[in-house]
């Protein structure tokens, strides 16, 4: 992976926290009850999931490499126990954990290695939840719109999927994809926010942000209604049980 795209979150990270998508309230019912839970969060970043998980009654661990990203959550989740660390490399003990969570992470992860970290952190018929919150497929303007998000994508980078294939390999059991639609209304400006927070984006040079900038926000001319646009999102899925060792 291009380590470059992985940690150029944390330049704008203030950002990243305010204009990504939080997780939509229905999310709740796809994990399940976390009180009482030890719940490990790999890849936290600015802790949008994190605060998240936290009011679902979670025990919260989190996991984050970028320093500024990390900041970020720390000031506003200061009950959490926050450590730096990767998702290949965890700085946890084995079987400590009920529930492991990902969110818009896994593409950045070495393989096997996470995965086999994953389940030497989780207990015995713990959880893993491997999740993406982003734009749905099923319309056309807004699979261009993640034509345009996509547009600079690091060919050492795996495609953003929401099954994770690296879960079959005795590890893990009752593999199963969840999917939860929601509509995310957005102005103009935040959507354009939105995509500076792409790593494609953020990598670029100034000169080609602009130009980004300004075939965004003609496109949205044509879908924005009332200053508003309601883009459809999914919050997609993988929920894998540990395997007794």
């Not at 957005?186 to 995509?195: H, I, N, Y």
């Not at 044509?222 to 060792?245: C, W």
């Amino acid at each position: 992976m291009s380590d470059q795209r992985a940690r150029s979150f944390g330049a704008i990270a203030e950002q990243y926290d305010q204009y990504r998508p939080a997780p939509p309230s229905g999310s709740a019912s796809l994990l399940g009850d976390l009180h009482g839970l030890e719940v490990l969060e790999v890849a936290a970043g600015t802790g949008l999931w994190s605060r998240f998980l936290i009011e679902c009654g979670a025990t919260l661990t989190i996991v984050e490499p970028d320093d500024d990203m990390r900041a970020v959550l720390e000031r506003q989740s200061p009950q959490v126990r926050s450590l730096v660390g990767t998702a290949e490399s965890l700085p946890v003990a084995d079987a400590s954990f009920d529930v492991v969570v990902v969110s818009s992470a896994w593409h950045w992860f070495s393989q096997p290695e996470a995965t086999h970290e994953m389940a030497r952190v989780l207990v015995d018929n713990g959880r893993l939840f491997v999740l993406w919150n982003g734009f749905s497929r099923d319309l056309e303007w807004v699979n261009e719109l993640s034509k345009l998000r996509d547009s600079n994508r690091d060919p050492l980078v795996r495609l953003r999927s929401w099954r994770a294939a690296e879960l079959s390999d005795g590890l893990f059991f009752d593999i199963s994809e969840i999917a939860l639609d929601w509509t995310w209304g957005r102005t103009t400006d935040q959507l354009v926010a939105l995509f500076g927070t792409y790593s494609g984006v953020i990598v670029r040079t100034n000169d080609e942000r602009a130009s980004v900038e300004r075939r965004l926000r003609a496109y949205l001319e044509n879908v924005t209604v009332d200053g508003v646009v309601d883009v459809p999102m999914t919050l997609r899925g993988s929920v894998a049980t540990r395997s007794a060792r």
